[in-house]
């Protein structure tokens, strides 16, 4: 069985309207995408017709930085850091 990695894209938000994942790894597959984003209806469509399993990779560290205006240890405008 193959597997399909993909992510969440991070400008793409729930209820956005808009393709959240991007496949970013195929294992054993025999599968080509032609999209740069797809809908979570349509990534389970193509991995059951390739039998394969979707794994949907974590979001990192500072995955929500942008979130919230700035990362922890960044610097700011002034070019001090956060914690400064």
């Given at each position: 069985m193959g597997k399909l990695f993909v992510r969440e894209r991070h400008q793409a938000?729930?209820?956005s309207e808009q393709p959240r994942f991007r496949v970013v790894a195929a294992?054993?597959?025999d599968l080509r995408v032609?999209?740069?984003h797809l809908?979570?209806?349509e990534l389970e469509q193509l991995a059951s017709?390739?039998?394969a399993e979707v794994v949907y990779l974590?979001?990192?560290e500072y995955a929500g930085a942008a979130e919230h205006g700035r990362g922890e240890?960044?610097?700011d405008r002034?070019?001090?850091h956060a914690e400064d």
């Open positions: 938000g729930t209820g294992l054993e597959t032609f999209v740069p809908r979570r209806a017709a390739a039998g974590a979001r990192g240890g960044r610097r002034r070019g001090m």
